[in-house]
């Protein structure tokens, strides 16, 4: 089994565990091709099976000597439990790299999740960035995202473990299909893969490098902190294009409504978090901010032609002239 560790060197590698089949694998994994790593759980305390998954998360890292971090979770209200688990586990693992400083997050995705996803994401209306979003390493503001499994299937993992006799947990929630993505991997992913894994392979690999072409001449031009200045381009898809990688990067994902509105309306907040902007020239990007600016500062906007929505940031952050002289 092939694993996609080459660019894993850091000392610092935070695992982010379940004691499910691909996460199980991969611990042992890593374990075997010398790469070290910590471990985080979550337990959302929804199955009374969750205690046996910890304490199996427990056991492992005593036995191998590695750092554990566990969060305990009690949701009051389990509407849309999918995205609020998401965002639980991401925060956590977040406040652990800050505080301890490690430098890569490993997760456990595999080929069925990177087909899952596609399909949920081609059900809804997506482009090509969108549809292909699960890398191998992905950039953060301060780690790095690792998927060392993404071109490996279920079977293969739940072959490897069997092999070697390692234990692993099956979350029975994880076939209850009033959860969407249970739905597209029962129906669709699982089938799909089994047929077709070799195939699903290339064409993921093509469109990977497709979508690498595609970005070649949309990198800001202008970067400061959260700030991002663009070339404007005459083709709406590409200019959406360059608004949708930067507001990823930030953790929004869009909807066609949002891409639609923002090129109808060329000034727009995101969430109430994200200021875009489309001008003659430039597309702006920066957090939303709201601060009193003085009248000096708005007359050299004015001249400069800053949007009104992305000056209170600069303002904040106090780069007007390195802006200036750029766009000079």
């Not at 790593?37 to 205690?51: C, L, T």
């Not at 279920?154 to 092999?163: A, C, I, R, S, V």
């Amino acid at each position: 089994m092939i694993l996609q560790i080459s660019k894993i060197n850091t000392c610092k590698n935070l695992l982010a565990f379940s004691a499910g089949v691909d996460s199980s694998a991969l611990f042992f994994l890593l374990l075997n091709n010398n790469i070290p790593f910590d471990i985080a759980i979550v337990n959302y305390n929804m199955r009374e099976q969750s205690k046996e998954e910890v304490a199996y998360a427990q056991s492992l890292a005593q036995k191998y000597n590695k750092n554990i971090y566990l969060k305990e979770v009690i949701l009051e209200n389990n509407s849309n439990f999918e995205k609020k688990a998401r965002d639980i586990r991401y925060s956590f693992f977040e406040e652990i790299i800050e505080e301890y400083s490690y430098e890569t997050l490993i997760t456990a995705h595999q080929l069925n999740d990177k087909l899952e996803w596609f399909l949920m994401q081609f059900s809804k209306g997506a482009g090509l960035p969108e549809l292909i979003s699960f890398e191998e390493f992905k950039k953060k503001e301060n780690y790095t995202i690792c998927r060392p499994l993404i071109n490996i299937s279920k079977n293969d993992l739940l072959k490897y473990l069997d092999q070697n006799n390692i234990q692993y947990f099956l979350d029975k929630s994880n076939f209850d299909e009033k959860y969407r993505r249970n739905y597209f991997r029962k129906n669709y992913a699982n089938k799909f893969i089994e047929e077709f894994e070799d195939g699903i392979k290339k064409s993921f690999e093509y469109l990977q490098k497709d979508v690498k072409s595609l970005n070649a001449n949309i990198e800001a031009f202008f970067v400061k902190k959260e700030l991002e200045i663009y070339n404007l381009h005459n083709d709406d898809n590409i200019n959406i294009r360059i608004i949708d990688k930067s507001l990823k990067k930030r953790g929004f994902l869009l909807s066609k409504a949002q891409r639609d509105e923002i090129i109808k309306q060329k000034e727009c907040v995101i969430s109430h978090k994200i200021s875009v902007n489309l001008s003659s020239n430039y597309i702006f990007i920066a957090p939303y901010v709201e601060v009193n600016m003085n009248k000096k500062f708005k007359e050299k906007c004015r001249l400069y032609k800053l949007p009104k929505n992305i000056r209170p940031y600069i303002f904040k952050e106090d780069f007007l002239n390195e802006i200036c002289n750029t766009l000079n």
